[in-house]
């Protein structure tokens, strides 16, 4: 398929989803309480645009998003890493690992406050712990997966030393996984950022818990609205970086 | 466990085998046993055998990538600075498929001693003795199966090795791309004088390639024949001698 014709079906897609939400919110069967109509999602962005809110709250979870995500995916690479490289630490961690992959970032929620307040580092904690995890898997199968004769080629050619052997060898070859999983991080991160700041840490989410408490679903939905535009402009970023230090493939 | 020295003397031998022996684990039987070869400087040398027979290995352990279980291997490394003393051909091309072409010949440049100029220059001059002086910019997956085999050669030409070692390196080619790159490598030998270790289960390869042949055979296997070899691609002596080293290892093949 051509591009031109992809991008049209893709916003023919969207036009038709809009549509049918306002058909369904302006019949009456749904009340306008529950289910906004889209239309009303404009004149929620003016309102919160010129009083300066809708930017402050971009901004304030823009930055925990940035700060969690940054942290969470070097820790998770790193750590999913040298697991896979070294089978004694490998064993050391594993059942660690194991204990405390299962605990969702929502249930560190006391403890983030306990630790950090109720302040811009406990959001950013939430949100590094689930980008850590997604990283920590993504980066552990693609450093195993890497082709065991190309770390060979190394040894022959005298760079099998652990310096050459991980930065020429291994992490190159194990970047397409390790960078499918930043990108699965990027998309769990915002996820989070909702989740993170539903207790008052100010942000997107708060201002949707403050929006549905006074049952200004319309604002609600433009919040819901505004974070699918990041996360779709921060993937789309992303694919482009990724294309680009993917060159080499096929 | 045996490793490979690597004495400073120039010798007439560029390796020395005495009483190899080379096995899998520690408890296995060793699979080749009592190897004693000495490679002549600027020779051309085939390792034959059935499959299994270990020439591979063999050849791995030359290179360091796998410890003899005794004996010992010597390379007689040459004074110059700036090159590495064995220079490795896989059967697959093993390209680093993340570097374009010239980066993957620069690759086995990059712990040495040389210059950044020096190693994009040697890199070049390598691409040209393979006749891919076109294709630097290239990426691996670009290429064909003949071209990724040249690059793999430059690649070991250009740490200026004492002794190229070369593991069934046309296996797995086309029979058309294979002799072109047998014509190539015969003329590289030529040109550069390299000494040659080159592993191949291709009877008529080795024939036509090699001055030397060596026959493995036998379990555990060992040297069985050592052939004086100048028949080349010349009509009736070779299929002679190829016929001849046939029922040799035919004899040998009690595997």
Request: glycine share 10%; charged share 20%.
């Amino acid at each position: 398929m051509k591009t031109y014709n992809k991008i049209a079906l893709s916003a023919l897609g969207v036009i038709v989803f809009l549509l049918a939400w306002e058909a369904v919110a302006r019949s009456g069967v749904v009340p306008a309480r529950l289910l906004p109509s889209p239309s009303a999602v404009p004149a929620a962005f003016l309102t919160e645009f010129k009083s300066g809110i809708w930017q402050a709250m971009v901004l304030a979870s823009l930055s925990h998003y940035l700060v969690g995500l940054s942290l969470g995916t070097f820790l998770g690479v790193s750590f999913g890493t040298a697991a896979a490289l070294w089978g004694k630490w490998d064993a050391f961690q594993a059942w660690v690992v194991r204990m405390l992959r299962p605990i969702p970032a929502i249930a560190w929620i006391p403890f983030a406050i306990i630790w950090f307040g109720v302040s811009e580092g406990a959001a950013s904690f939430l949100i590094s712990l689930t980008v850590f995890w997604i990283n920590y898997y993504a980066s552990y199968a693609a450093v195993r997966g890497v082709d065991k004769d190309l770390i060979e080629l190394g040894y022959a050619f005298g760079q099998g030393g652990l310096i050459p052997r991980l930065f020429k060898i291994i992490l190159p070859g194990a970047l397409p996984g390790i960078l499918s999983g930043v990108r699965a991080g990027l998309g769990q991160g915002w996820m989070t950022v909702v989740a993170a700041e539903l207790f008052g840490i100010s942000g997107l989410g708060m201002r949707m818990m403050e929006a549905s408490g006074l049952l200004a679903t319309h604002i609600v939905v433009l919040y819901m609205v505004t974070i699918a535009l990041l996360y779709g402009v921060s993937d789309f970023l992303f694919m482009q970086v990724q294309s680009r230090v993917l060159s080499w493939q096929r | 466990m045996a490793a490979v020295t690597f004495p400073k003397t120039s010798t007439a031998s560029v390796i020395d085998l005495e009483d190899v022996s080379i096995g899998y684990g520690r408890d296995a039987p060793p699979v080749l046993v009592d190897v004693n070869l000495s490679v002549e400087r600027g020779s051309f040398v085939a390792i034959v055998g059935p499959s299994g027979v270990g020439k591979s290995t063999l050849l791995r352990v030359v290179a360091g990538l796998h410890s003899a279980r005794g004996g010992g291997v010597t390379i007689h490394q040459d004074q110059r600075p700036g090159h590495r003393p064995v220079g490795l051909v896989f059967q697959d091309s093993r390209l680093l498929p993340w570097r374009r072409v010239i980066r993957n010949v620069e690759f086995g440049l990059e712990g040495l001693p040389v210059s950044r100029d020096e190693r994009r220059s040697r890199a070049e001059a390598a691409l040209k003795l393979v006749r891919l002086d076109g294709y630097a910019r290239r990426w691996p997956y670009e290429l064909s199966g003949g071209q990724r085999q040249r690059i793999g050669i430059a690649r070991a030409m250009a740490v200026d090795p004492d002794i190229l070692l070369m593991d069934e390196p046309f296996g797995a080619l086309d029979a058309i791309t294979r002799h072109n790159l047998q014509d190539e490598l015969r003329r590289i030998h030529q040109e550069t004088g390299k000494t040659v270790l080159f592993v191949t289960h291709d009877l008529e390869e080795a024939v036509h390639l090699a001055d030397r042949i060596i026959v493995l055979g036998g379990t555990p296997a060992r040297v069985v024949r050592d052939v004086r070899n100048s028949a080349g691609r010349d009509g009736s002596v070779f299929r002679d001698q190829v016929e001849q080293l046939r029922s040799e290892i035919a004899d040998n093949y009690s595997i």
